[in-house]
T-cell receptor
Framework: GQSLEQPSEVTAVEGAIVQINCTYQ??????LSWYQQHDGGAPTFLSY????GLEETGRFSSFLSRSDSYGYLLLQELQMKDSASYFC??????????????FGSGTQLTVLP | NAGVTQTPKFQVLKTGQSMTLQCAQD?????MYWYRQDPGMGLRLIYY???????DKGEVPNGYNVSRLNKREFSLRLESAAPSQTSVYFC???????????FGPGTRLLVL
């Protein structure tokens, strides 16, 4: 099976930079995805890393180290609207769960003024 | 384009009642999914459909059935609702790359 660990809560101030970590344990590995979910809303896709390194999309960046089974989401120039839950997710190509995306429990980010 | 739509938005059921949650997507995606999300938890896969005419069990399929009616529509049925099925249900769809999924607005279900 798969397991993912991410912090349950992170707090930062507006304008700051915050990093949300995710470690995973899987038999096999395709890549690491990140999703954002505002309270009461639908999850929305943010980024996907299949290879080691940093992927940048505007204020958001995502990093992956396959050798360390570790990744993070980096949010820069934080805004109040970034307050949300952030989920990492993996897909394990081995076994019957090859088509399934497994999500972490989520990190609640609170941005303070 | 509406993306992924779900009906109803809210539903209250009594234990033992049945209901069907509807989902439709207009993005011509092959794959569709049903998840449940409980407070403070991530999304858990109930069932998915890789293409029209196929369905497979996910992590938590017990108590649910699904129908992939056509490429656009994927429904989730609770035959005999239980309080443990109180949750928020999300439908999603994706292209071949399953890591990029598009979610509907969710159905909030309360079973008394």
């Amino acid at each position: 099976g798969q397991s993912l660990e991410q912090p349950s809560e992170v707090t930062a101030v507006e304008g700051a930079i915050v990093q949300i970590n995710c470690t995973y344990q899987t038999s096999g590995f395709y890549g690491l995805s990140w999703y954002q979910q505002h309270d009461g809303g639908a999850p929305t896709f943010l980024s996907y890393n299949a290879l080691d390194g940093l992927e940048e999309t505007g204020r958001f960046s995502s990093f992956l180290s396959r050798s360390d089974s570790y990744g993070y989401l980096l949010l820069q120039e934080l805004q109040m609207k970034d307050s949300a839950s952030y989920f990492c997710a993996v897909r394990d190509p081995t076994g019957r769960s090859a088509r399934q995306l497994t999500f972490g429990s989520g990190t609640q980010l609170t941005v303070l003024p | 384009n509406a993306g992924v739509t779900q009906t109803p938005k809210f539903q209250v059921l009594k234990t033992g009642q049945s209901m069907t949650l509807q989902c439709a997507q207009d993005m011509n995606h092959n794959s569709m999914y049903w998840y449940r999300q409980d407070p403070g938890m991530g999304l858990r896969l109930i069932y998915y459909s890789a293409s029209e005419g196929t369905t497979d069990k996910g992590e938590v399929p017990n108590g649910y059935n699904v129908s992939r009616l056509n490429k656009r529509e994927f429904s989730l049925r609770l035959e005999s609702a239980a309080p443990s099925q109180t949750s928020v249900y999300f439908c999603a769809s994706s292209t071949r790359r399953q890591e990029t999924q598009y979610f509907g607005p969710g159905t909030r279900l309360l079973v008394l």
